[in-house]
């Protein structure tokens, strides 16, 4: 493998290991925040600001002179904050605040278990490694 492929994939693995990290202390983290007598959404709030915070300088370096393709897809970016990040925090968190953190866990990494098992009932095959 070349020296450049074997980088690229070092720093994709890396950001693998970091986000699932970031999310895994997520819930950890934020029961307290609920325990101390935040609200949900103000959880929700703090935890998107400080993402945003996080990921603003390397967004930046990434784009590098590239802004019209954010410009021509901002609605798609725009899409994915809402339904892929604060929806999905908004679900997560509203569960951590009704449930013991475990249980949620357990609930979100048996979803895509759930999806398999409703595409193979409604299609009838089974799915494919």
Same mark, same amino acid.
């Given at each position: 493998m070349p020296q450049g492929q074997q980088r690229a994939r070092g720093l994709g693995v890396g950001a693998g290991l970091v986000a699932a990290l970031a999310f895994a202390t997520s819930g950890p983290m934020v029961?307290?925040? /609920? $325990?101390?007598g935040w609200t949900p959404g103000a959880a929700i709030c703090a935890r998107l #600001? #400080?993402?945003?915070? #996080? /990921?603003?300088g390397p967004?930046?370096?990434? !784009?590098?002179g590239r802004w019209?393709? !954010?410009a021509a897809e901002w609605r798609l970016? #725009? $899409?994915?904050?809402?339904? *892929?990040?604060? *929806?999905?925090s908004t679900c997560y968190f509203l569960a951590v605040d009704r449930l013991p953190v475990a249980v949620a866990l357990l609930v979100e990494y048996t979803g895509p278990l759930l999806l398999i098992a409703w595409s193979w /009932?409604?299609?009838r095959q089974p799915p494919r490694p």
């Open positions: 029961k307290p925040l /609920l $325990a101390a #600001l #400080l993402g945003t915070a #996080l /990921l603003a967004v930046v370096w990434t !784009l590098q019209r393709t !954010l970016v #725009l $899409a994915f904050g809402l339904l *892929g990040v604060a *929806g999905a /009932l409604r299609t």
